[in-house]
C-alpha cells in the first residue's frame, strides 16, 4: 500500500435511502490528476448519489471519500476548497445575472473584491459569456445556464471538477461547446469526474470510464481498451462464387483464425481483431485461392459494448 494522495479517492462506498434499497453496494475508485473520467451508468445507477456524497451533500451509510487525502465527511471545509461542482439546481438563480452571481460565490470562497471582480472577466471569457455578465439567468438558453454553472464550478480555480451530467439537455452545439471546455480544463492539469449516461459522450470528452451497474463498478478501464474491447475482433468475407461448405470449414486452417461461419453467401470469420492478423488471414485466403470479392472488419459498437456490460449484470435487491 502506497500513501499517496489521489485528488479523488473514494473506498467501500455504500448508500442506502433509509429503509430503502442498497443504491450503492461498495464500491471504490482513485482518480489521477490531470485525468478526465466518465463516471456512467443507467438512470436511477446512483451516479448523483456518489457525487453527493463527493460533495458531502449527503452522508454514506459506509466507506469513504476522500479529497487529496482528506475526508470529505470529517473535513468538509479543508477537502471542498480543492473541488468545483455542477450539479444541476434549476432556476434557483434566474433573477440574478451573472456578476452578482459570481460575486457572491467570490465573497462565500472569501476572495477579495478587486479579485473577484479579475475573476469574473476571466471565467466568462473562458466560458464565453463575457457580453451577458449583467444579463439576468432566467434569459439565458440552456447552454449558456450550463457554461454559466460551469464558471461557478471553476471560480475559485480547484484542481478537481466534479459534473454531473454536464451535457445532459443540451444541442450538438452546446455538447460541444461543453465537452471542448471540459477537455481544456482537464488539459491545464484538474482531475475531472463526470457523469453521463451516453457512452459515445464519455468516450468523446474522457480518458478512462468507470460503468457503475445495480450499485457496483462492472468496468474501470480507458477509451482506447473499451474502444479496443468494443470492436467485433470479425471479418466479414463474401466470396465472387458460392463456396462449398467444406471450404468454409478449411478457412479454420489459416493461422490466426479462431471460428469461421458460413454467413449468406460468403463466411464470418472471427479473430483477434488486430489488422495485423486481419491482414495476413486475407493473404493466407488469396493464396490458397479464394475467390474474395469482399473483406470487411466488423467495425467497434460502444453502445453495443454499454448494452453487454450493462445487461450482464444480474443484480438483485
Ligand atoms: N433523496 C432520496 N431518497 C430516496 N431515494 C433516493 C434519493 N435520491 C435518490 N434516490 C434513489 O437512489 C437511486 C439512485 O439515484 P441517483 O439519482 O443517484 O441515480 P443517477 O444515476 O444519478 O440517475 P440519473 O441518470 O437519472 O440522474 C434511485 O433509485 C433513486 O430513486
Ligand atoms: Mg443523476
Known sequence: MTSRN??????????????????????SM????????????????GKTTTIKMLTNLIKPTAGTVKIKGIDVQKYPKKALKHVGALIEVPGVYDYLSPRELLTYFGRVYGMRKKDIEDRIVEVLKEVKLSRSV??????????????????????????????????IGLDPKGIKEVRDLVRKLGSEGRSVLMSSHLLSEVSDTCDRVIFLNNGRIVEDDT??????????????????????????????????????????????????????????????????GYPVYSFTPGSGGLEQYYISIMGDEKGVS
Open 6 to 27: 489521489y485528488p479523488i479517492e473514494i473506498k467501500g462506498l455504500v448508500k442506502r435511502y433509509g429503509k430503502g434499497p442498497m443504491v450503492l453496494r461498495g464500491i
Open 30 to 45: 482513485k482518480i489521477d490528476k490531470g485525468e478526465i473520467v466518465g463516471y456512467l451508468g443507467p438512470n436511477g445507477s
Open 134 to 167: 449583467d444579463d439576468k439567468v432566467g434569459s439565458f438558453s440552456t447552454g449558456m445556464q450550463r457554461r454559466l454553472m460551469i464558471a461557478k464550478a471553476i471560480f475559485h480555480d480547484p484542481e478537481i471538477l466534479i459534473l454531473d451530467e454536464p451535457v
Open 223 to 288: 477509451v482506447a481498451n473499451i474502444v479496443d474491447k468494443a470492436s467485433f475482433r470479425r471479418i466479414d468475407v463474401s466470396f465472387a462464387k458460392l463456396q462449398s461448405d467444406r471450404a468454409i470449414l478449411d478457412i479454420n486452417s489459416i493461422t490466426g483464425v479462431d471460428r469461421t461461419e458460413r454467413n449468406n453467401g460468403g463466411a464470418s470469420i472471427y479473430y483477434d481483431g488486430k489488422p495485423v492478423t486481419g491482414g495476413s488471414i486475407l493473404r493466407e485466403m488469396m493464396k490458397a
